[in-house]
Structures are given as C-alpha cells and as structure tokens.
C-alpha cells in the first residue's frame, strides 16, 4: 500500500536490550514525526525530521533514544537499555512538507519490555 | 493551562444519533484544525483538516472551528457502529498539539 509502513508491529523484549523501531513514510513526504502513545495517555512527541535533519528532537525523554533518518526516507528509532516505562505504542507520522501539513500515520509498533 | 484540551469521555450513543466532540486550545496563535479517529490497535486516521473559521463538512462529519473562542468541535451525524474509535483533535501553529482524545462508543 501507499500508506505508512512501520516494523515490527510487535516487539516484547527484556529490560536492558536494546531495540530499533523501524519506519517507512509515505513516498515524497519530506518531513517524518515519531510519537509515543501510552495507555490512556495522549499522543507523545518524540522527534521530527525534515528530510535526513532532525531540527526538533526536544522530545526524546533520555539519552537512551536516538533516531536517524537515511536517504530522505526510512527511519529507524532506538531505545538502548530498555526500561519497563518505555513500553508504550510508538508512532511514525509523514507529512508532505511543512510542520503543519497534515501527518498520515503508521499503526504503530507495541512495544512490551518484560 | 493546558495548550489544547480535550474531554476524554466516554461517550456512548445509540446508532442514528448526532454527536458532537469538542475541543479547546489556548494560544490564538494556532492556523490550523485536524481531526482524527483511531480504531484500536491501530494508527490515527486523519479525518478532517482546516484553517479557517467555520463549518467544513464531508459526508456525515462536520468540523466546525471557531477561532474567536478557541473552540473547535466534530459533528457526526447518523453514527455507526462503526464510528465507535478515539477521535483526537489537533491544532498546529508552529508545532502539531494533539487532544488526548475522545472515546466514542455507538451501540445498535
């Protein structure tokens, strides 16, 4: 399909492993947003890039997350030494341009650490 | 204050019922009104997208936003079953803020 695409749809794994969440956007779309959805919460940004540059990473919540951006397209973001509070749903977004563009969204990789 | 507010719900309806999800946002600042719905286990769906003032209809969804009053709702006429979801509204001036949305429920 044309729609975003992210993998694993499930992951569980144990505390202290490290995991790599991985994102494809839709194609053309320049600008590429990961969230966080935990249960009952709302949706959590994390990171935004626009194109292979992430001017806006002020929501990564420790030194343990990272994520790059390789040929304008697939994303890849990293939890190293998992917590139990990192289990969450994680989100990747494209929009075709700006910010405020609308954001088209993947379903979401379920990430469960034991 | 929080910088965009949205009741959480639930709300249950009966199927052929109008409903309305609201939301409000607090810096005037904001351009630009979307709305979403997200079925479980599954990503945001984008449903609506606005930047003006006014109604904004498509089939049975109506997005109305008001920016004098920082107010924008959802309306949903004949619902479904099947528009049983999360529906999140969110407001975009420099930066995308979502509502922490609203579960909707419409029984047969």
């Known amino acids: 399909g044309a729609g975003v695409s992210q993998s694993p749809s499930n992951k569980v794994t144990e505390k202290g492993k490290d995991v790599e969440l991985r994102c494809d956007p839709i194609?053309?779309?320049?600008?590429l947003y990961w969230y966080r959805q935990s249960l009952g919460q709302g949706l959590e940004f994390l990171i935004y890039?626009?194109?292979?540059?992430?001017?806006?990473k002020s929501g990564l919540p420790s030194d343990r997350f990272s994520a790059e951006r390789t040929g304008g397209s697939v994303s890849t973001l990293t939890i190293q030494r998992t917590q139990q509070e990192d289990s969450a749903v994680y989100l990747c977004?494209?929009?075709?341009?700006?910010?405020?563009?609308?954001?088209?969204f993947g379903d979401g990789t379920r990430l469960s650490i034991l | 204050q929080k910088e965009v507010e949205q009741d959480p719900g639930p709300l249950s309806v009966p199927e052929g019922a109008i409903v309305s999800l609201n939301c409000t946002y607090s810096?005037?600042?904001?351009?630009?009104f979307m709305w979403y719905r997200q079925y479980s286990r599954k990503g945001p769906e984008l449903l609506m997208y606005?930047?003006?003032?006014g109604n904004k209809e498509d089939g049975r969804f109506t997005a109305q936003v008001d920016k004098s009053s920082k107010y924008i709702s959802l309306f949903i006429r004949d619902s479904q079953p099947s528009d049983s979801a999360t529906y999140l509204c969110?407001?975009?001036?420099?930066?995308?803020?979502f509502g922490k949305g609203t579960t909707l429920s419409v029984s047969s």
């Open positions: 890039f626009q194109g292979n540059s992430a001017p806006d």
């Open positions: 810096n005037s600042a904001f351009q630009y």
């Open positions: 969110a407001i975009a001036g420099t930066a995308l803020i």
């Open positions: 194609s053309g779309h320049t600008a």
């Open positions: 977004a494209s929009s075709r341009d700006r910010w405020t563009q609308p954001q088209h």
């Open positions: 606005t930047y003006s003032s």
